[in-house]
């Protein structure tokens, strides 16, 4: 069995578990140490019992908490070369960094514990960042937030998957008229930015096979996106598209300020 919850996401902060009976992951500490704490032990996880954090990159809604949770819990970090050394010159982590980060590699697996952990890159303003599938007993979990834009590496790599956490960080024409300055806009609408509703539903169209069970939506915009809008647009383009004789995936948004449900495959 292997199991994904997410316990924030959004642009204030994202972490996600994964975990099996007997390894338990973080993907990004976004948060405070107290709030990924409360967050493991509502699902009877305790802190103590992680294997590993899993880095996507260095931007602080992804390592806000890491340092003061890692010190704490005294938990392995895993991050691409480029994240590592963003992390380490920030000067915002422990005195010890050899005995407790550990460089990955995109295309090349690892395991913790009973997971196989596959990262690959992805499309963001940030220093060689990447996302990741996990398999545990068979079964594919794949994850990919902060990307601009996908190409065939992206297909390829969260092809399987039967939970699929994606971005769906904006609605285009929410952000088009709203409050944020004209760059910014255009950071987020440009290929290292952040996907959209419309392009994580392009992304899901791709994706689609009969051992599809669940479909997360993550790192929501506050300003330029409703969770509504982001479910009813994946929600209608998946009914369209979907002609399995299997039951159409399960549609979730995660929330950005308390846990998921727990989805297990077994």
């Given at each position: 069995m292997?199991?994904?919850?997410s316990?924030?996401?959004?642009?204030?902060g994202?972490?996600?578990?994964?975990?099996?009976?007997?390894t338990h992951l973080?993907v990004?500490?976004?948060?405070s140490?107290?709030?990924?704490?409360e967050?493991?032990?509502s699902i009877?996880v305790?802190?103590?019992?992680?294997?590993?954090?899993?880095?996507?990159?260095?931007?602080?809604?992804?390592?806000?908490?890491l340092?003061?949770?890692?010190?704490?819990?005294?938990?392995?970090?895993y991050?691409?070369?480029?994240?590592?050394t963003?992390?380490?010159?920030?000067?915002k982590?422990?005195p010890e960094?050899?005995?407790?980060l550990n460089?990955?590699?995109?295309g090349?697996c690892?395991?913790?514990?009973?997971?196989?952990?596959?990262?690959?890159?992805i499309?963001h303003?940030?220093?060689?960042?990447?996302s990741?599938?996990?398999r545990?007993g068979?079964?594919?979990?794949?994850?990919?937030t902060?990307?601009g834009?996908?190409n065939?590496?992206?297909v390829e790599?969260l092809?399987?998957?039967?939970?699929l956490?994606?971005?769906?960080?904006?609605?285009?024409?929410?952000l088009l008229?709203?409050?944020y300055p004209?760059q910014?806009?255009?950071?987020i609408?440009?290929r290292k930015?952040?996907?959209?509703?419309?392009?994580?539903?392009?992304?899901?169209?791709?994706l689609?096979?009969?051992?599809?069970r669940?479909?997360?939506?993550?790192?929501?915009?506050?300003?330029?996106?409703y969770?509504?809008?982001?479910?009813?647009?994946?929600r209608q383009?998946?009914?369209?598209s979907?002609?399995f004789?299997?039951?159409?995936?399960e549609?979730?948004?995660?929330s950005?300020?308390k846990?998921?449900?727990?989805f297990?495959?077994?």
């Amino acid at each position: 069995m292997i199991t994904l919850c997410s316990i924030a996401s959004g642009s204030s902060g994202n972490c996600i578990y994964i975990g099996t009976k007997s390894t338990h992951l973080l993907v990004d500490a976004g948060i405070s140490a107290k709030r990924i704490e409360e967050g493991l032990r509502s699902i009877n996880v305790e802190p103590d019992s992680l294997a590993a954090i899993l880095i996507t990159h260095e931007h602080s809604d992804h390592v806000q908490g890491l340092s003061v949770f890692g010190r704490k819990h005294a938990v392995p970090v895993y991050a691409t070369a480029g994240t590592l050394t963003q992390y380490l010159e920030s000067g915002k982590c422990r005195p010890e960094p050899g005995e407790w980060l550990n460089e990955v590699e995109y295309g090349r697996c690892f395991t913790v514990g009973d997971i196989e952990v596959s990262p690959f890159a992805i499309s963001h303003d940030a220093v060689r960042p990447v996302s990741y599938t996990f398999r545990a007993g068979g079964h594919k979990i794949g994850m990919a937030t902060d990307l601009g834009t996908y190409n065939e590496t992206t297909v390829e790599s969260l092809r399987g998957s039967e939970i699929l956490y994606l971005e769906a960080n904006h609605d285009e024409n929410m952000l088009l008229v709203g409050s944020y300055p004209y760059q910014l806009k255009q950071r987020i609408l440009g290929r290292k930015g952040h996907l959209s509703n419309d392009a994580a539903s392009g992304l899901i169209g791709r994706l689609l096979h009969e051992g599809l069970r669940v479909v997360v939506l993550g790192h929501l915009s506050k300003e330029n996106n409703y969770p509504e809008l982001a479910y009813e647009t994946v929600r209608q383009d998946l009914y369209r598209s979907w002609s399995f004789s299997a039951p159409v995936p399960e549609i979730l948004v995660a929330s950005r300020d308390k846990p998921s449900k727990r989805f297990s495959l077994e």
